[in-house]
């Protein structure tokens, strides 16, 4: 207590206001029992409390005695110093302090040279575990990435900004991949139609040059037979119509195959004054390389109708059949059944003429097929049998 009371006034050398700070301490601390101060020299301080007093100081700071005697030894400075009278009240030199003071420089040096290590280690480590670590796996796919390799996902175990890019390079990579696919089905896609666009157009000349040929036999045909120029026109005119038809079917089918139903319809004369029934027929399609034959035999039989059958006088002409048998190649049989009634009553033989040649050589040699004429009073009775080939429409 008289240490910490007169430290401040050592410093300055005011051995009065030592004494005064002795004398209020002993006043206002009445544990104190003795206090003793040397005024025969005024320039000494008291110094030196033996070890049991160091204690008993000790013991009275801690609360364990009621106090204290301080006894002052006299110790006379010829000059004294403000640092010699620090060390006499405080009870060590300044050796002592600067060795306790450096002590505790280098302890605490060593504490923060320690603390630094660990905060730079952890900092060390989080950092790499944080931005390294994400950004050398980030690094590694966009390489990839920009190799071409556009199948292996993109992601980074991250919830920073690295793991945001990841996200949006993987979304990226989704979308430039599904653009590629696209890409590559619209090259297909052209390629497919730039072969079927070559083929059609070489089926396209083929049946061209085939229906060119046709017309040129059939007009010599039409020629032998016919009895004017009129009746020539005529037959002309109707087998010409029947290739027409079929060409425009198949055009429109691009040269896939046609309906029989349909086709039959539009082969049907502009001055038939009969009816056509074809009703509750399965649905039939007739081969394109068999399009323009079929066609041809239900011209003829239409026209041999109008001029001498039930579409002459207003009848009716039922055209039937049932689903086709298919053969283990695949190809069709077919049954047709042309029956007409309400016209005109046949009698006597009928002479076959150039309409009925046509019908059997097509019928046999185009459609692999059979027909049997049948003419009854009441109207023709004809059964054709025709065996279509194994044609699937084209993708």
């Not at 302890?107 to 390294?132: A, C, D, E, K, M």
């Not at 089926?203 to 039409?222: F, K």
């Not at 579409?311 to 039937?320: A, E, I, Q, T």
Request: net charge negative; aromatic share 6%; glycine share 8%.
């Amino acid at each position: 207590v008289a240490t910490a009371a007169v430290i401040d006034p050592l410093l300055s050398n005011d051995f009065p206001t030592i004494q005064a700070r002795l004398q209020a301490i002993v006043e206002t601390h009445p544990d104190i029992v003795f206090c003793q101060l040397d005024s025969r020299m005024p320039t000494s301080v008291g110094a030196e409390v033996s070890v049991g007093e160091r204690e008993a100081l000790a013991k009275w700071i801690d609360g364990d005695l009621d106090g204290f005697v301080v006894f002052f030894t006299p110790v006379e400075i010829e000059d004294p110093n403000p640092i010699q009278l620090a060390e006499i009240a405080v009870g060590f030199s300044r050796d002592h302090i600067d060795s306790a003071t450096w002590n505790q420089i280098i302890w605490i040096s060593f504490g923060l040279g320690l603390s630094f290590l660990f905060v730079s280690t952890s900092l060390v480590y989080v950092l790499n575990r944080v931005i390294g670590r994400p950004l050398k796996s980030l690094d590694e796919q966009a390489a990839r990435l920009a190799g071409g390799d556009l199948h292996s996902p993109i992601m980074v175990d991250s919830q920073t900004e690295f793991g945001h890019l990841a996200d949006a390079m993987e979304s990226m990579r989704v979308r430039v991949s599904e653009q590629i696919q696209s890409l590559q089905e619209l090259s297909e896609e052209l390629t497919q139609s730039s072969d079927s666009q070559r083929m059609l157009f070489r089926e396209l000349d083929h049946r061209v040059r085939n229906n060119l040929a046709g017309l040129a036999s059939l007009i010599t045909l039409s020629q032998q037979n016919c009895s004017g120029i009129e009746d020539f026109a005529e037959s002309i005119r109707g087998r010409v119509h029947a290739m027409s038809v079929v060409h425009s079917m198949l055009s429109q089918e691009h040269w896939d195959p046609i309906d029989l139903s349909t086709m039959i319809r539009l082969l049907v004369p502009p001055g038939a004054k009969g009816t056509l029934e074809m009703e509750q027929n399965p649905a039939v399609l007739v081969p394109p390389q068999q399009a323009t034959a079929c066609g041809m035999v239900f011209q003829e039989l239409m026209a041999n109708s109008l001029k001498y059958g039930a579409w002459s006088d207003g009848g009716v002409v039922h055209v039937l059949w049932s689903t086709p048998e298919v053969d283990p190649d695949g190809a069709r049989r077919l049954s047709i059944y042309w029956r007409e009634s309400g016209g005109p009553t046949l009698s006597g033989e009928v002479s076959p003429g150039t309409g009925t040649g046509l019908i059997e050589g097509f019928v046999t040699h185009e459609l692999g097929g059979s027909i049997e004429f049948r003419y009854e009073p009441e109207g023709v009775r004809h059964q054709i049998q025709l065996r279509f080939i194994n044609e699937k429409p084209r993708a």
